[in-house]
């Protein structure tokens, strides 16, 4: 399967070069050793910047990205290897190698704008291919019951982010979980705000170097709760103290307070008419959720779980079991949940589903509640 996958890459990836090959490309290099393309098929929708076609290639950091504009969709096929220089790794905190990814993705040309939140884990990728993927696996568990997930930005825990905000997941893909720093400089025109790519929505997303549009995220006042509390991972076992204020080391450090900033739930604005999300030197620094109608692999697992369908199935090709719908939902890593983190049949279905009235749902409630809603197998 990964050798068709590859195969079906390649091929795609051939295509796109032999169409880009055919256009007007007026390509500008940097610095000798890479090239920028730009070309659109048609005179008439040239769009400044990157909206339209280009091509990344740089035979320094073997980064091959081509992006090409057909009817309504936005193509990206790309190795995901980064066109500029990373840390070192693998490194003390992250043990891992980049390596290439062959990954292609697809965005709407026209985006079109919900305004409810929906969460993504992925919310978009860099105008080079790497994608963004501002939370973590990490999570701080207490024997008295409490979890928390832990952020990447934070001194607490080493997980060895480079200079650009990123690291490397076991995969060997690279990715930035705050303010690409080197993307950033790269994609730089001189204009506060720089357009460093594009969310699974098809909406653009900036960053603003003036940084004046602030988040609508506040640290939650009074202090954490929990004992003999523990992180581990494959090398490691390190016994944690989480008492004290909420100084952003967990995600459930922050709440959103609507109207306290500039920016919504998902970091996003309108400017000029125009919606974008913009990455941010503040929490939550990449969106957390997406406010357009989302056209990837995100829109399959939203539409399952907001309109009735069989829920999506996880990386196994199996139905996700009760531990994962909690995490995808448990926006606060209390193992549960409640009302205001479910979505689609979990919302209308939860005094049902919530046996003991208690006003959070658990693990072992939605089990039940998804059996009674599975039909009877046939012999």
């Not at 696996?137 to 997980?159: F, H, K, M, P, S």
């Not at 581990?232 to 609507?258: A, M, P, R, W």
């Not at 829920?311 to 531990?323: F, K, T």
């Amino acid at each position: 399967m990964e050798n068709l996958n590859h195969i079906i890459y390649f091929i795609t990836l051939g295509i796109l070069l032999s169409c880009n090959s055919q256009k007007t490309k007026p390509a500008h290099s940097h610095d000798g050793s890479e090239s920028h393309s730009h070309a659109v098929e048609n005179p008439k929708d040239i769009q400044s910047g990157y909206f339209g076609s280009y091509a990344i290639e740089n035979e320094s950091y073997k980064t091959k990205t081509v992006v090409s504009i057909k009817g309504y969709k936005r193509t990206m096929v790309t190795n995901a290897l980064p066109n500029h220089e990373t840390g070192s790794f693998p490194n003390e905190g992250n043990p891992n190698t980049i390596s290439t990814q062959n990954r292609i993705y697809s965005f709407p040309v026209t985006p079109k704008y919900i305004g409810k939140a929906q969460w993504v884990r992925e919310p978009g990728v860099a105008l080079n291919g790497i994608k963004f993927e501002p939370g973590t696996a990490e999570v701080v568990v207490c024997e008295t019951g409490e979890n928390y997930r832990v952020e990447a930005l934070q001194e607490l825990i080493d997980l060895g982010l480079d200079f650009n905000h990123a690291h490397v997941q076991p995969t060997g893909a690279y990715h930035y979980h705050g303010t690409p720093t080197s993307v950033i400089k790269e994609f730089d025109t001189g204009k506060d705000l720089v357009h460093i790519g594009f969310a699974h929505d098809g909406f653009p997303m900036y960053y603003s170097k003036s940084g004046r549009y602030k988040p609508s995220f506040k640290a939650v006042e009074g202090v954490r709760e929990g004992e003999d509390c523990t992180y581990e991972n494959l090398h490691q076992s390190i016994d944690i103290s989480v008492s004290g204020h909420h100084d952003g080391t967990f995600t459930s450090d922050f709440k959103y307070v609507e109207g306290s900033g500039d920016l919504d739930e998902c970091n996003g604005i309108t400017i000029d008419g125009k919606y974008m999300y913009l990455v941010t030197n503040e929490f939550p620094y990449i969106s957390r959720c997406l406010m357009g109608e989302v056209v990837s692999e995100e829109k399959q697992q939203i539409e399952s779980q907001g309109k009735g369908r069989s829920p999506s199935r996880n990386r196994s090709g199996q139905r996700p079991s009760s531990i994962e719908i909690i995490k995808q939902m448990d926006a606060n890593n209390d193992g549960k949940l409640s009302k205001s983190e479910v979505k689609g049949p979990l919302e209308q279905d939860f005094s049902s589903i919530d046996a003991n009235n208690d006003g959070f749902i658990s693990s072992e409630e939605l089990e039940k509640g998804d059996n009674k809603q599975r039909p009877p197998k046939r012999n």
